[in-house]
């Protein structure tokens, strides 16, 4: 399908999120739903924002640093830290964000997705 079709599809939604991803299975479709999730959800994106704001401060900052230098701008860091400790995919992040602090928004992820199944 082209854009165009799949958008005259939204039925009449206000507000959606289309997801396009290249690797199935890779553990980039959940990180793409959490952003979903984050847009489209009001109260998830309470849940996660009160999760990282439990987070070590030097930490975060780290992260804002890491991600202004891959080209990311101010008004989505938050969301893309949510999606990387949601998932655990936390390649170079790894270096600041260990296992172990993902274990909360990790686990409130698979709650969150559970419930919509």
Not at 67 to 87: C, F, I, K, P
């Amino acid at each position: 399908h082209d854009i165009q079709s799949l958008l005259n599809k939204s039925d009449g939604c206000s507000k959606f999120y289309l997801i396009g991803v290249d690797e199935v299975g890779s553990g980039l479709m959940d990180h793409e739903l959490a952003h979903a999730f984050y847009y489209l959800d009001s109260s998830y994106k309470r849940a996660v924002n009160s999760l990282l704001k439990e987070l070590d401060s030097n930490k975060v900052s780290r992260m804002k640093e890491l991600l202004l230098g891959w080209g990311y701008r101010g008004g989505v860091l938050r969301d893309e830290m949510q999606a990387y400790l949601s998932t655990g995919l936390v390649g170079e992040q790894g270096k600041i964000f260990s296992k172990r602090d993902c274990i909360k928004f990790t686990k409130y992820f698979k709650e969150y997705m559970g419930n919509r199944v």
